[in-house]
């Protein structure tokens, strides 16, 4: 949610403010918000799931978007939510631009996050929102994340803007004559960074340090409820553990292999920036990283197509070309 109160492009930051809910948990680091963001903070709840916790947080915070709107030139929601939907109607009774910010597409997110049990009543539910968010997008022009979301949002959207959402900047990109000239050695160290949850199929990871064999090792970034079953099942098999991630990689020069799910083969250009792989196959997907260990030409041109679409996709950038379609397209009724 924003409100530029002077120029576009030259005072994205020097008047936004930005609603949202405050993890009570401490974690590991904290987040700064740069100078000339103002936070609003929205009653704290676990997640949808949670309904009773859920409702009475969402009418809470009804009353803090009403008390801000006044001040707002541009409000930019992100869903589908339900909350966003209540409150793109309220701006729009207002006279308040809105614009939508699709990130994935909610049955199926929803659908990887669920106990089977639960999914049909929870599918027809989603499916609910997302037509109403859909029917929202008629008036209200939308910024979704890949190709894969564009073909399903540009029949129904008024205004449709495809944007990568990478938060890479100039200071993050490896000078183009150092890409792809590092070598290979004995043992390759493999990288991911992921969520360990049933919707990144985590445990595959572990299968695919036991496709290769010695001479490979893995760490992995991150967590989640599958850490330990990834643990156990890595000492099961005797390896070890020691989508933003592709942008942070194709800015530090490194070549990339993914499995070709949601918008990840749009953003490796159909396999031009990096080498795309079915899911849950560990067998290719470890042919892939045998087959970039063998060939140092194939490496230094993905690694290169892919800085140089970096390149191209930096935060600045991105936020120009937001702002540009913010102010094309600024319906108001």
Known sequence: MIRPRSAWASSWTAATTVFGRVEPRTGPAAVTLPAGIRFV?????????????????????????????AALDTLWLFGPHPLSLVVARRARRRGVAVHLGIRQHFPDYLAGRLPRGLRPLASAGAWSLEAAFRRTARWAPTVVVGEDLARRWRPRACALLDLPF????????????????????????????????????PLLLTDLLAELGPGWTLRVAGDGPLRDRVEQRAGRL???????????????????VATAVGGVAAALDQ???????????????ADALRRLAADPALRRRIARQGREEAGRQTIDRQVARVVEFFTTHRRTA
């Open 41 to 69: 903070e929205l009653p704290s709840y676990p997640s949808l799931h949670d309904l009773p916790r859920a409702l009475p947080a969402m009418r809470q915070a009804l009353p803090l978007f009403d008390r801000e709107l």
């Open 166 to 201: 990478a938060l890479i900047d100039g200071d993050d990109l490896v000078a183009l004559d150092e890409v792809g000239e590092r070598p290979w050695r004995d043992p390759v160290r493999l990288l991911t960074v992921t969520r360990l949850d049933p919707e990144k199929n």
């Open 238 to 256: 005797g390896v070890e553990g020691v989508p933003q991630v592709l942008w942070e990689a194709m800015a530090a020069g490194a070549p990339i």
């Open 271 to 285: 396999g031009g920036r990096g080498l795309l792989v079915p899911p849950r196959d560990a067998g290719r997907l």
